[in-house]
């Protein structure tokens, strides 16, 4: 299963590989006739978020999205642009009778990134979570033609919780960019200046929020954890992102809940085996 030479990964898998090395490993338990249909959805993920990252103006960025929104026709219609990620996604598409609407979501909240504008309130980042990572757990779990609520249901929970987590980590990046996006009720209630955040002066107060952001994730998860049973062994490999997460979170609680910590912005060890273990048990 290990990869030493990125020649013989396909370019999405390469991406996913350098950009989203966690996404990348959890595509290596997927069954190999879907493992490259994954590959290519992370990596239609990574091309959307990360515009609002590489962008220095929202109009530039906008018109990155609407190329993706235009491409959808493509997609759907079986006649994908010529692009790397484009023409293997439209085959998992076509494959799988994925839905258009999730796709969709996920455009319009990248879109929405680009207004750098924080969520209000917990419950508007947990729906933005929702649109962002959920509907790409939901589309996992369509390429490995689960369909049952159930294991629906336990998507949107790992996906939130996913997020959620990544968000809580992010802080300090995202402070390197001028961008908050933790809810800002939160901030306020704990004083927490963004100013302090951007200038990357480390305020005591970002831990209260960030607690309380990944006290929610772990609730998702809990959540996520009491459905396993009725959930299919083979909806486990988009489930993954769950294993990983309670992992963060754990490292997040013992260092104080502070994202500046460096071991908070370290790579879990032995995450392969940690996968391993839940793809094998059905224990996600």
């Known amino acids: 299963m290990a990869h030493d030479n990125d020649t013989e990964l396909s370019y999405c898998a390469q991406q996913l590989r350098r950009y989203d090395h966690d996404r990348f490993l959890m595509c290596l338990f997927a069954p190999p006739p879907v ?38 026709d493509g997609l759907f219609g079986g006649q994908p642009r010529k692009h790397q990620v484009a023409e293997p996604l439209s085959q998992a598409i076509r494959a799988h009778g994925l839905p258009r609407k999730p796709f969709e979501r996920l455009l319009d909240a990248r879109e929405n990134d680009l207004e750098d504008t924080p969520p209000k309130t917990l ?19 369509g390429i490995l033609d689960v369909r049952d609520e159930r294991s629906r ?15 809580a980590r992010a802080v300090p990046f995202h ?90 912005q370290l790579p879990l060890p032995g995450r392969p085996l940690r996968l391993l273990w839940a793809a094998t048990t059905g224990r996600y």
């Open 35 to 72: 493992r490259e249909e994954m590959f290519a959805l992370y990596a239609f993920n990574h091309e959307v978020a990360k515009v609002a990252e590489v962008v220095t103006e929202p109009m530039a960025g906008r018109i990155r999205i609407q190329w993706w929104r235009e491409a959808l």
């Open 123 to 141: 419950a508007d980042l947990e729906g933005y979570a929702g649109d962002t990572s959920s509907t790409l757990v939901e589309l996992a779990l």
């Open 153 to 167: 249901s336990a998507a949107h929970h790992v996906g939130i919780a996913w997020a959620l987590t990544g968000l």
């Open 175 to 264: 402070a390197s960019q001028r961008r908050l996006l933790l809810p800002g009720d939160l901030t306020y209630d704990a004083g927490l200046d963004p100013h302090d955040l951007f200038e990357l002066r480390q305020p005591k107060e970002v831990a209260t929020v960030v607690r309380q952001v990944a006290e929610r994730a772990g609730e998702h998860l809990d959540q996520a954890t009491n459905m396993r049973r009725d959930v299919p062994r083979h909806a486990t490999p988009a489930l993954l992102p769950a294993v990983l997460a309670r992992r963060y979170l754990r490292v997040l609680e013992k260092h104080g809940h502070d994202p500046f910590q460096p071991r908070v």
